[in-house]
């Protein structure tokens, strides 16, 4: 069974590395979040796949009581989960007010920063 | 979205899941929950009001700023992880403070407070986001 | 003496720096005497400085050490011996001298303070070049005499010529730092130590002599403008007359003099360090003798024939012998009295009658007495008439190649014929002004302040008295700092008697002869000059902008190239590395063999057995897969989010039927959030529906895509192969209960375990937060 995820693993960043390379904005932000998604399944994959043993210690024991789910990786996705969704609003939120003051989603009109017709440093003292 | 039933429903889905969330960050310790569900709940139940009753009423109904909760948070994590300093262990050692009350025990502890914290800055920051997306409705570029 | 040797002698390079830094302030509050009262750290300076002549002479050196960053075995170590002591003695002399002119020079002007500053850092940093013994500490000085002379060429910035001479010569010298550093880097590896006192014959007996001697030599020529660095000399005149009179005369361009007569004992004496110091010495020499008769302007003349002065120096460091290492030191001092006098001599004539023309100023000498009287003994010594310091100088170096072999009566005849037309512009300098015909000048000339008239008297002064005192000359001068060059004693010979018999007496009278001459053909000689200045076109000053200006055409291209502008491309550029970077490697290395069927594993039919999922598992994987498909092929942006949200439910599914109900919740959770916050965006914006791109970027993007997402794969599938270090993981689950007290081993390791991890975390939420409610607000108040 963890080849069937690795391979739906590839999926997910084989779609999310297409969509990010699009130049519409949006798209791209709808790349981040698979990408993010299939990075996420990724390490947990990476983690072994144990079936419906949460990594919970029953009441009363110290010690699970046969195998459970690798704890480590799950802890560290959870942080990226939600970290991730912050950093997605953020970039929503920047995609929108770009649109708004540049009335476009289309990367290649946003030059703002990097203009296309930059003259030459002035070549003096 | 704003329906009649909707807007009436609201409240009360909200106030469940407020206190869902509380139920879950608390229990998260020993069952599944914890801090960030928690505050994704909270978040979420305040992203419903807003769409319910507009935003800036589900601010009036907050009193405080979400931003200044999830400062407030960040804040009691870390000052979670300072009380260890004056028991002489290094910062952020766990201090268990078991409380008898009768029938029952209730444990208190500095990772508790931390958890608390967490919440606090994930229902903060998340409740901020929503509403002030929310909040620039009607207004076309 | 209340501090320690150690102490004190740190103290004589640091001092300065403490007094630059308190310049601006003692210039607002002791206004018209500023120059007076900072004059007096150099002056203590100096003071402190003759009392180590003592124990300098007893010992042959004082050495002093205190540590820096002991952990990489730095120390701020100094070693004075005559030749360090030499040279502090001059810089902290002049300097005295100069701080007290400066004062009178830029009277009123705003930003004297500022001044006054830069020239004392400037010294301090000269002061710790010419007594560091550590390289490190020498190679930091070095740097600082570099940085300081920027400031001080660049002080009037408001002037693109003294902003290019500023560059010019931080460029240029910093050329020769790099040398410097690359220099010190070998040695040390060679040797393993940092300390120069303790080098011995290691190095030129090493296989990498020749690079070591490049880069000193390296930063040598550039910082004494030796033929062809030459160039930033003339340029750096741009600075005020102040800076040029102790900069460009006494010490910044003799650090390199400075250097090769440091390294010496262990670098010198070879056949290569002979040939290639004479050579290029003499060519600079004669190069700036010429130069100076080239021109008109009184510094200029100045500069060219310093730059001469230090072509001479390097010759005589080349040739090695006794006589030359002598008269080399004589020289220095020599120099170091009469340049620094004349410089300030032409800033008083500057800044009196307001010109430096030398053809349009004509018998000062009445107006200007003491100034006149002051150009004269500088001039006389310049000339190398008996009863200056001038002449011993001269005297020596001639004495020490009368062996009439070839090479030696070449380097004489390029000994002559620098020192006659060095003379000939002596005379110009001394006589065109301040004699003959009174010349209309654009000020009505009048005598200099007291300040600005002290530093040429008492200069010319000292060099007569020390002329006349030949034997403490010897005694205090020539052989300690001889001897520390050669690194063995040398006796002194020195004497005032005129030997008729003697050659030298009519080497000297022949350079005199040519000199006089040199002076009275001065105006057909500068004509003549000129053309072929012309005829030759171009000089190494204009290769310099012609580079200069390259570099920023080329830094430019690069910087176009590299930072396009182009987000498609950029992204591109990251995933094509991604895909390189997963897949490359693996095949390269042979790390996909163990997905291969083996003998143990068996074959392909049983690697490609149906997986053993149920039934609802791979419902699960079918409907992420769907999800995806969906966002790919979405005809609508709605159609697009809510495919989103499915391949998001899928991903929280995986999560809940493989054990992690947390993740599952979160990951739920954050979905239903990013659905309802990207409808609440989108449908607020008017976008293009469709993907657009044309076919050729779509087969590139899908290759891209499509490389990344398989070598993503096949690595996992590897990984998996093999076994999974569980100690952390074994541990956690282990102690969680009995030491942390929470069943939730998931929750206990974020809030426990790695709650410094979380709390940083936490802080970039909320970081991201507060992004966008200042993205949000800043439209706000600009709507309102």
Redesign the interface.
């Known amino acids: 069974?963890?080849?069937?995820?690795?391979?739906?693993?590839?999926?997910?960043?084989?779609?999310?590395?297409?969509?990010?390379?699009?130049?519409?904005v949006?798209?791209m932000?709808?790349g981040m979040?698979?990408f993010g998604?299939?990075v996420?399944?990724?390490i947990?994959?990476?983690?072994?796949?144990?079936?419906?043993?949460?990594?919970?210690?029953?009441?009363g024991?110290?010690?699970?009581e046969g195998v459970?789910?690798?704890?480590?990786p799950?802890?560290l996705?959870?942080?990226a989960?939600?970290?991730?969704?912050?950093?997605?609003?953020?970039l929503?939120?920047?995609a929108?007010?770009a649109?708004?003051s540049l009335d476009a989603?289309?990367?290649?009109t946003?030059?703002v920063?990097?203009?296309?017709d930059?003259p030459?440093?002035p070549?003096?003292? | 979205m704003n329906t009649i039933i909707f807007r009436t429903i609201a409240p009360l889905i909200v106030a469940i899941m407020l206190v869902f969330s509380v139920y879950?960050c608390l229990r998260?310790?020993?069952?599944?929950?914890?801090?960030?569900?928690g505050g994704?709940?909270a978040?979420?139940a305040i992203?419903i009001l807003g769409t319910a009753i507009g935003p800036a009423a589900a601010r009036r109904a907050l009193h405080i700023d979400p931003?200044n909760i999830?400062?407030f948070?960040?804040f009691m994590?870390?000052f979670s992880?300072l009380l260890s300093l004056f028991t002489g262990s290094p910062?952020?050692t766990?201090i268990?403070l078991y409380l008898n009350l009768g029938d029952t025990t209730v444990?208190l502890?500095t990772?508790?407070v931390?958890?608390i914290?967490?919440f606090l800055?994930?229902f903060?920051?998340?409740a901020?986001?929503?509403l002030?997306?929310?909040?620039?409705?009607g207004?076309?570029s | 003496m209340g501090l320690g040797m150690d102490a004190s002698i740190a103290l004589v390079a640091i001092a300065p720096f403490v007094a630059a830094l308190l310049a601006p302030l003692a210039q607002r509050l002791t206004k018209p005497f500023a120059g007076w009262v900072l004059a007096a750290v150099p002056l203590a300076i100096f003071a402190f400085l003759l009392t180590l002549v003592e124990p300098v002479i007893a010992n042959g050196a004082v050495s002093a050490s205190i540590g820096w960053v002991p952990a990489y075995d730095l120390n701020l170590s100094f070693f004075v011996d005559g030749l360090s002591l030499t040279f502090a003695l001059t810089i902290s002399g002049i300097g005295a001298l100069i701080v007290l002119y400066s004062g009178a020079y830029l009277k009123g002007h705003p930003h004297l303070g500022r001044f006054l500053g830069f020239l004392l850092a400037f010294m301090g940093a000269m002061l710790g070049l010419v007594l560091a013994d550590n390289m490190l500490a020498l190679f930091m000085f070095w740097e600082l005499t570099s940085v300081t002379s920027f400031l001080l060429i660049g002080f009037d910035h408001t002037r693109?010529a003294s902003?290019?001479g500023a560059?010019q010569a931080l460029v240029i010298t910093n050329i020769g730092g790099m040398g410097l550093l690359v220099g010190a880097l070998l040695v040390h590896h060679l040797t393993g130590t940092w300390e120069l006192s303790a080098l011995g014959d290691e190095v030129r007996g090493s296989g990498l002599y020749g690079l070591v001697l490049f880069a000193f030599l390296c930063a040598a020529f550039t910082k004494s403008a030796q033929v062809p660095f030459h160039f930033w000399l003339p340029n750096a005149m741009e600075a005020p007359t102040p800076v040029s009179a102790f900069l460009h005369s006494a010490t910044m361009v003799q650090g390199g003099v400075y250097l090769l007569a440091r390294t010496t004992p262990w670098l010198g004496g070879t056949e290569a360090w002979t040939l290639i110091l004479v050579c290029f010495g003499g060519a600079t020499l004669l190069w700036g003798a010429l130069g100076a008769l080239r021109q008109t302007d009184l510094k200029q003349m100045l500069a060219q024939t310093t730059i001469a002065s230090l072509g001479l120096s390097v010759l005589l460091i080349g040739l090695g012998t006794e006589a030359a290492i002598a008269a080399m030191a004589l020289y220095f001092v020599a120099h170091a009295l009469y340049k620094a006098g004349l410089f300030m001599v032409v800033g008083a004539i500057d800044h009196e009658a307001g010109t430096r023309d030398i053809t349009v100023l004509g018998g000062l000498a009445d107006k200007m007495p003491v100034t006149f009287i002051g150009a004269a003994l500088a001039s006389l010594a310049m000339i190398g008439l008996p009863l200056t310091l001038g002449y011993f100088a001269k005297e020596e170096m001639y004495l020490g190649l009368l062996a009439w072999t070839w090479s030696d009566i070449v380097v004489l005849v390029v000994l002559v014929a620098g020192n006659a037309m060095l003379a000939g512009v002596a005379m110009l300098v001394m006589v065109k002004p301040f004699l003959g015909p009174v010349l209309p000048t654009p000020k009505s000339p009048h005598e200099a302040p007291l300040a600005m008239l002290a530093g040429p008297i008492l200069l010319g002064v000292c060099s007569i008295v020390f002329s006349v005192l030949t034997e403490d000359l010897g005694k205090y001068l020539l052989v300690p700092a001889a001897s520390a060059i050669l690194d063995h004693p040398v006796t002194s010979h020195l004497t005032l008697a005129i030997n008729p018999a003697s050659p030298l007496l009519w080497l000297s009278i022949a350079t005199w002869g040519l000199g006089l001459l040199v002076y009275r053909q001065a105006a057909t000689l500068r004509t003549l000059l000129r053309r072929a200045e012309a005829a030759l076109g171009w000089t190494a000053d204009n290769l310099f902008d012609v580079v200069m200006?390259g570099l920023?055409?080329f830094s430019?291209g690069v910087t176009?190239l590299l930072?396009?502008?182009?987000?498609?491309i950029y992204?591109?550029t990251v995933?094509g590395a991604?895909a390189l970077a997963l897949t490359l490697p693996m095949l390269l290395l042979g790390g996909y063999d163990v997905l291969l069927p083996t003998a143990e594993l068996g074959n392909w039919s049983d690697v490609l057995s149906w997986?053993?999922?149920r039934i609802y598992?791979w419902g699960v994987?079918l409907l992420?897969?769907v999800g995806?498909g969906s966002?790919?092929l979405a005809p609508n942006?709605l159609v697009?989010i809510m495919a989103?949200g499915i391949?998001?439910t899928a991903?929280a599914l995986?999560?809940l039927?493989?054990?992690?109900?947390?993740?599952a919740?979160?990951?739920f959770?954050?979905e239903?959030?990013?659905v309802?916050?990207?409808a609440?965006?989108?449908t607020?914006?008017r976008?293009?529906e469709r993907?657009?791109?044309p076919l050729e970027d779509l087969a590139r993007?899908?290759t891209?895509?499509?490389v990344?997402?398989?070598g993503?794969?096949l690595l996992?599938?590897v990984?998996?192969t093999g076994t999974?270090d569980?100690r952390?993981?074994d541990l956690?689950?282990?102690t969680?209960?009995?030491i942390?007290?929470?069943?939730?081993?998931?929750?206990?390791?974020?809030?426990?375990y790695?709650?410094?991890?979380?709390?940083g975390?936490?802080?970039?939420?909320?970081g991201?937060?507060?992004?966008?409610?200042a993205?949000?607000r800043?439209?706000k108040k600009a709507?309102s």
Not at chain 1, 1 to 24: H, N, Q, W
Not at chain 1, 68 to 72: F, G, K, Q, V, W
Not at chain 2, 28 to 37: K, R, S, T
Not at chain 3, 657 to 663: E, K, Q, R, S, V
């Open positions: 069974m963890d080849y069937v995820l690795a391979a739906l693993i590839g999926c997910f960043i084989a779609l999310g590395v297409y969509l990010l390379l699009s130049r519409s949006i798209r932000l709808l979040t698979i998604n299939g996420n399944l990724l947990f994959t990476a983690g072994r796949l144990t079936r419906e043993v949460a990594p919970i210690i029953p009441s024991l110290d010690q699970p459970i789910a690798n704890p480590l799950q802890a996705i959870l942080t989960i939600v970290i991730g969704f912050a950093m997605f609003s953020f929503l939120v920047l929108f007010r649109y708004q989603d289309d990367t290649d946003m030059r920063a990097e203009p296309v930059e030459n440093p070549l003096s003292y | 879950v998260g310790h020993n069952e599944p929950g914890g801090g960030f569900i994704l709940i978040a979420s992203a931003m999830a400062g948070g960040v994590a870390a992880g910062f952020m766990s268990w444990p502890s990772p508790m931390f958890d914290g967490v800055v994930v903060g920051t998340i901020a986001i929503a002030g997306l929310e909040g620039d409705g207004e076309r | 693109q902003r290019r560059i200006f920023i055409r430019a176009r930072h396009h502008g182009r987000l498609e992204l591109v995933f991604l997986p053993d999922l598992e994987v992420a897969l995806l966002v790919l942006r697009a989103l391949q998001g991903v995986i999560f039927l493989f054990g992690a109900p947390d993740l919740f979160t990951q959770m954050v239903i959030l990013s309802v916050i990207l609440l965006v989108m607020r914006l976008l293009d993907d657009h791109r993007d899908g891209l895509a499509l990344c997402g398989v993503v794969s996992l599938m990984v998996l999974l569980k952390l993981s956690f689950t282990a969680s209960v009995p942390a007290h929470g069943a939730n081993i998931v929750n206990v390791i974020l809030v426990d790695r709650g410094f991890d979380t709390l975390e936490i802080a970039v939420v909320m991201a937060g507060m992004a966008i409610m993205l949000l800043r439209r709507t």
